[in-house]
């Protein structure tokens, strides 16, 4: 790997770290107040596995931004993506403040919806750069699925 890969692993890598530390500070807020007064679904994991998971799932999605990247922003469809992608790098971190910020289900469930199409969208103009990139990807929607699922119960049983 060239220095050059390097670096742009690195700020790729930072870049989607960075949202999930957004999105932290206005979960630290509420989450031990507001959100365990919550009635939950049954199916709400402990925060525990939320916290690994999305660990994860934002090393996945810098390396896949790398994936892309790394075929050059002078290519029209990089750029395309790269511009889909931030949008919805900022819907992932938005979300938090939605839900936990604002304590609101109903915004967050907008929020989130809005949040799985700019995903798929990414995963739709990633895979016309670099299929693996979209690929790694998958686990981000299937995770975004459920806490979709989760912020809707919560907003039913609410």
Known sequence: ME?????????SLLLSFSTGFIGSFFTSMTVDTWY???ELPWFAP???????????????IGISFYLVIKKGL????????SGIFCVQLFLNAIWSYL???LTSPLYGLIGIVSL?????????????????SAY???????????AMAINYSIYVLN
């Open 99 to 101: 839900f936990f910020g």
């Open 74 to 81: 002078s290519n029209k469809a990089v750029r395309l993506a």
């Open 3 to 11: 220095p050059k890969d390097i670096s742009k692993l690195g700020l």
């Open 116 to 132: 799985w199409i700019a995903i798929a969208a990414t995963i739709y103009v990633f895979y016309q750069v670099s299929k693996r």
């Open 46 to 60: 402990p925060g525990s596995v939320i916290s690994a998971v999305w660990i994860t799932l934002y090393v996945l």
């Open 36 to 38: 365990r007064g919550l």
């Open 136 to 146: 790694l990807l998958i686990p981000y929607i299937a995770w975004v699925t459920i």
